[in-house]
């Protein structure tokens, strides 16, 4: 049984998932486990593989669509948050907030996390999935990663290896390659310089985006040359709701939850705006959010 394993982790049961989830989705999980490090973290993966127990890597919880009612186990890497800086070289485990990181670095004088300031992701699935804002990426300042394979072996990666394209990346094509530590190489920059940069970004996101209620950010990745948000809004979809869910009346790339949205009225909310895209203007939008089942 899951629990004689688990017993010397940090683990909860029966989660309910809602504030694990930047869209407030009411699913829930039957075991949230906590490894302590990369050796708990394989030795947990084994016994579930072994068990045929499903399982996912929850990060920040945000830019994802929790697509069902239930998960089995949930894993959390919170606790693997190690955080080294050496010159211009910053190492941080993968359970490390990418806020928090790209505010430290601006302490330290050390350019190319301030698109991530306002990101409420962890620095490991932001490294998977390319996080970016304002024309900048993950994939400009990863040095390399330390992965733990689909067979349990810990390896490093480099960013050539990762394969960044927009939002995108080699892990997260490979699921079954897990992020637990990423390297950064930076430039130095003036911490004040850092921080107006940082704080015009913060006003423009208060400025545009719909903060006051929840959401996963940006749904769909912009087409080449043009911006996926303009695209909805002029096709009125503005205010366009299905359910509890809405195209954001602020910004018409996101969709907000009102207040008791499920993951289907997501969804299909999702799949209209798609196909009333390609009716008008004969164009695939491609969906940014990852959908988990």
């Known amino acids: 049984m899951i629990e004689n394993f688990i017993k010397n982790y940090e683990y909860y049961k029966n989660v309910n998932l809602k504030k694990y989830n930047t869209y407030r989705l009411d699913v829930k999980c039957g075991y949230l486990i906590y490894p302590g490090n990369t050796k708990e973290l394989i030795d947990l993966l084994k016994y579930l593989k072994e068990n045929n127990i499903n399982y996912f890597i929850l990060g920040g919880g945000s830019n994802i669509i929790l697509a069902k009612p239930y998960f089995d186990v949930v894993i959390k890497l919170d606790k693997l948050n190690n955080i080294e800086i050496k010159d211009n070289i910053v190492t941080a485990e993968a359970g ?134 303009k695209l909805i809004e002029d096709a009125g979809l503005k205010g366009y709701k299905i359910g509890g869910a809405e195209i954001s009346t602020k910004h018409a790339n996101f969709i907000v939850n009102t207040g008791d949205a499920t993951y289907e009225d997501i969804l299909e909310l999702i799949d209209y705006t798609k196909k009333k895209i390609k009716e008008i203007y004969n164009i695939d939008l491609i969906l940014e959010q990852e959908i988990i089942r």
């Open 96 to 229: 490390v907030s990418l806020i928090y990181l790209a505010n430290l670095c601006m302490n330290n004088n050390l350019n190319g996390l301030a698109f991530a300031g306002g990101i409420p992701g962890m620095v490991g699935a932001s490294t998977a999935m390319n996080a970016g804002a304002y024309k900048e990426d993950m994939a400009s300042i990863v040095k390399e990663v330390k992965v733990v394979t689909p067979e349990l072996e810990v390896i490093r990666l480099t960013n050539k290896d990762l394969n960044y394209s927009y939002r995108n990346s080699f892990l997260k094509e490979h699921k079954d390659y897990i992020c637990t530590e990423v390297t950064l190489e930076m430039s130095y920059l003036d911490k004040d310089k850092i921080k107006e940069t940082m704080t015009s970004r913060k006003k423009r996101r208060i400025d545009t985006q719909p903060l006051d209620k929840p959401s996963a950010g940006s749904v769909f990745r912009n087409p080449e040359g043009l911006s996926a948000g």
